[in-house]
């Protein structure tokens, strides 16, 4: 049951793939799914977690929801929503566990800003107590597998800190965040050294299977250093091994290869994407591609409406985020002051409309980005808000391609689709007034499949998001009034469906094809156990369609006879949610050929008056017979009138004909009859009134 967040259950308990002026008249376009089934989704449950903050989230395969946030919690949820485990806190107390991830086996990675009494494992890369952190532990969560302090300067939290995590299929873990000095780096590192004088953003690789200092298998530095300094925000691993990092710059010399998309410094601060291979290259050769991602503005650098949790130049909030699908293709999602910063022509939201009424001197809007594998151009961008402060902190990715984003909108006007929550609450004027927001992106970035406000009054923020593999969506974070952590979970928003297919592209009416059907997953998978029932329609009120039907290991192949000429389409839904559906579209159904005639002309002349009819061809199920090229013949009952000769229908009648200066002598009820010359069955009559 889903409650507003400022009237959620409290928890009774208190312990408790991270991927992180005048407004214009245009309005972004919202448009439907056409090639996924489109849902209205719907809250399964909201869980209040009071006294914490979640930060990241990840899910199993069972459904269960894994927390990382505030105190080094890491908290498991189960699929209903109403069972919370606290697994493990690393500390006494303190610190915070900025990102979450999984292995296939269960096991659970966390890192984040260690707090006092932080508990290491004897195989340590390193004892030295330090603000950043890296644990590996097993499915139950009650047990450390490895546990280290990430090297750094000590300055404090704002130089050096964790961001994000994630692993490979064989249990490599990497680390990104912001490092000062004290980072130690690898002999095989794109960037050994520090640089400039503020922090460097950083990538690292530990091999838990390893212990002491053999663990660290990469670490590098990468960035300049200038003015704020840089770094990283999140990270993300594809099924090769290749690592993509995202993050923030305020340095112009930040490092970009050639014939990356942005090589050149846009503004005041840019988000960066960049992607390494350090598992079979090293040194210079170890990074892919890096670029500039921004605009004149503040990219990447969330703006966190005036609340306190902003200070030293850094809020210590989600900045960009990052996923990869199959082919090598990063999304990254993050906040942009920027009104040039990169769009894509047909992408969502073109046009920049962020404000700045709660964030001081600042506005922005959130952006949803995609770069092909080689890191040389936008596959799409798109910016996403209203005219109030929006900020993206996390995305994640389902099987099709689409994007989900979450994070926080102070904007009235935030653009919505299927709304579970329609309306802002976070309460206006106050500095600390937002409302969560959970958006899916449709593959292209053209339209939004799914937008929706989550929220109570006050400052409410969405820190992290993920998907399960039924397309359910999870979004964790925290509120400030009162002051709680929550986790979220909507039904997908692109669902099961049917697909429909194998019937002709083109077919003569009355001539039967066959379909099949098949029951899909939400993840695309067939749906083998699909018990349900199918129901079929068509736009053709003439079809002979199957009856109802059951599937075997989820599909069927069934006939289908149409007959009324034109494009058609074939339906098939399940009978108890017709949510559950796919369509064939776009059929041609072509006319079959004439069976008889239609006459149609005066139904009363006087007599020796000339007169016209129009001959219409036509088959068996009223198409006219736009192919009939017969020669017609005719004759009236009485005899003795002034009829046309034989006629052949040519190709410029499209089976139809009119014929004039017919004259009728006789006077009373006559017919005319009109047949072919080789088949007298196709024939008509037409009975007319002679005066």
């Known amino acids: ?159 050096d800190r964790a961001e994000g995590i994630a692993v490979d299929g064989a249990g490599n873990i990497y680390v990104t965040g912001a490092a000062t000095s004290g980072f130690i780096t690898t002999p095989n590192a ?73 090589t050149v410094f846009g503004g005041a601060s840019d988000s960066f994407v960049a992607k390494f291979n350090t598992s079979s290259l090293s040194g210079a050769a170890s990074l892919v591609y890096s670029t500039f991602l921004g605009g004149t503005g503040n990219d990447g650098f969330c703006l966190a409406y005036g609340h306190p949790f902003t200070g030293g130049g850094w809020p210590y909030f989600p900045g960009p985020a990052i996923a990869v699908d199959s082919s090598g293709a990063a999304y990254v999602s993050g906040a942009t002051s920027s009104a040039n910063f990169p769009t894509t022509p047909g992408a969502f939201q073109t046009a920049y409309y962020g404000g700045g009424s709660n964030s001081g001197p600042f506005g922005s809007d959130a952006y949803v980005t995609k770069l092909n594998a080689s890191g040389s151009a936008l596959v799409y961008s798109s910016l996403l808000g209203g005219t109030g402060i929006d900020n993206a902190y996390s995305i994640a990715l389902d099987p099709y391609g689409n994007a989900t984003v979450s994070g926080a909108t102070a904007s009235t006007d935030f653009p919505l689709k299927n709304p579970i929550q329609s309306t802002f609450q976070g309460g206006q004027p106050s500095p600390y007034s937002s409302d969560v927001f959970v958006t899916t992106f449709n593959a292209s970035g053209s339209a939004l499949l799914f937008s929706t406000y989550l929220g109570g009054a006050g400052l409410n923020l969405g820190c992290g998001v993920a998907l399960d593999s039924a397309g359910s969506v999870y979004v964790t974070g925290f509120t400030v009034s009162p002051a709680s952590g929550f986790v979220y979970k909507i039904s997908a928003p692109v669902g099961p469906s049917f ?116 001959l219409t061809a036509v088959d068996a199920y009223g198409n006219i017979a736009t192919g009939y090229r017969g020669t017609v013949h005719f004759s009236d009952s009485v005899g003795g009138a002034n009829l046309p000769g034989n006629y052949t229908f040519q190709a410029s009648d499209k089976g139809v004909h009119t014929f004039t200066n017919l004259k ?21 009559a037409f009975l007319i009134n002679v005066t």
Do not use: C
Request: proline share 6%; no cysteine.
């Open 499 to 614: 697909t429909v297919s194998g019937f002709p592209t083109t077919i003569t009416a009355g001539t039967s094809g066959t379909i099949t059907v098949t029951a899909l997953n939400a993840d695309g998978s067939v749906n083998t156990g699909y018990s349900g029932a199918v129901h079929f329609s068509s736009s053709d009120r003439q079809a002979v369609l199957p009856p109802d039907a059951t599937l075997t290991n989820g599909t069927g192949t069934f006939s289908v006879t149409l007959k009324t000429a034109g494009t058609q389409w074939i339906t098939a839904s399940d009978t108890g949610n017709s949510n559950i559906a796919g369509s064939e579209s776009g059929i041609t159904v072509t006319p079959g050929a004439a069976t008889h005639f239609l006459i149609s002309g005066p139904t009363s002349i006087a007599a020796n008056t000339f007169f016209s009819i129009t």
């Open 664 to 684: 009728l002598k006789t006077k009373g009820m006559q017919t005319i009859t009109i047949w072919d010359t080789l088949n007298n069955t196709i024939l008509g």
């Open 1 to 159: 049951m889903w409650l507003p967040f400022s009237k959620r259950r409290r928890s009774h308990r208190t312990q408790a793939n991270h991927s992180k002026t005048s407004r214009p008249t245009y309005r972004p376009r919202l448009e439907a799914l056409e090639d996924r089934q489109l849902l209205s989704p719907a809250p399964l449950y909201s869980y209040s977690m009071p006294s914490s903050q979640g930060w990241a989230v990840a899910v199993d395969n069972s459904g269960d929801a894994y927390i990382a946030g505030q105190g080094n919690m890491v908290g498991k949820l189960d699929p209903t929503g109403t069972s919370f485990q606290s697994l493990n806190y690393l500390s006494g107390g303190g610190g915070t566990g900025t990102a979450i991830a999984l292995d296939s086996a269960g096991n659970i990675y966390v890192t984040g800003q260690p707090g006092p009494n932080f508990a290491l494992t004897s195989n340590a890369f390193s004892n030295t107590p330090s603000y950043q952190f890296v644990s590996e532990l097993d499915p139950t969560g009650s047990n450390l597998l490895y546990s280290t302090y990430i090297p750094g300067s000590q300055v404090g939290p704002w130089s």
């Open 190 to 262: 794109f960037q050994p050294v520090y640089a400039g004088t503020s922090p460097n953003a950083y990538i690292a690789e530990f091999n838990p299977g390893l212990s002491g200092a053999a663990s660290l298998v990469y670490g590098s530095f990468l960035g300049a250093g200038q003015s704020s300094g840089d770094g990283g925000t999140a990270v993300a691993v594809d099924g090769s091994g290749n690592v993509y990092i995202t993050g923030v710059t305020f340095s112009s010399a930040f490092p970009t290869t050639a014939g990356a998309f942005q």
